[in-house]
Nanobody, 116 residues
Framework: QVQLVESGGGLGQPGGSLRLSCATS???????MGWYRQAPGKERELVAR???????NYADSVKGRFTISGDNAKNTVFLQMNSLKPEDTAVYYC???????????WGEGTLVTVSS
């Protein structure tokens, strides 16, 4: 069984920065890794995703502020969050797509609160 270990959440100030990290409990063949978030009363949404080829995509709301990066060989993914806004407050979930046979995995989530 593969587990995702997330770290880096917490309290950030408006305009500040936080960095999230995620790693798998053992190395597997991955097609993509990403971060989703769910704010209170809202549906879970994609924040950013990176494929094993290095292609990235971002939610419009975080473009230019957040940067996703990763090491496919180590099964690690990072989310650098800059210029934080109160509306970034949410539980952030790491997500991984295994190559074959296909299966996806979710982390337990890490809370990010943006407040002064």
């Amino acid at each position: 069984q593969v587990q995702l270990v997330e770290s880096g959440g917490g309290l950030g100030q408006p305009g500040g920065s936080l960095r999230l990290s995620c790693a798998t409990s053992r190395v597997i063949s991955i097609t993509a890794m990403g971060w989703y978030r769910q704010a209170p009363g809202k549906e879970r949404e994609l924040v950013a995703r990176i494929t094993n080829g290095g292609s990235t995509n971002y939610a419009d709301s975080v473009k230019g502020r957040f940067t996703i990066s990763g090491d496919n060989a180590k099964n690690t993914v990072f989310l650098q969050m800059n210029s934080l806004k109160p509306e970034d407050t949410a539980v952030y979930y790491c997500h991984v797509d295994r190559a074959w046979p296909y299966k996806d995995y979710w982390g337990e989530g890490t809370l990010v609160t943006v407040s002064s």
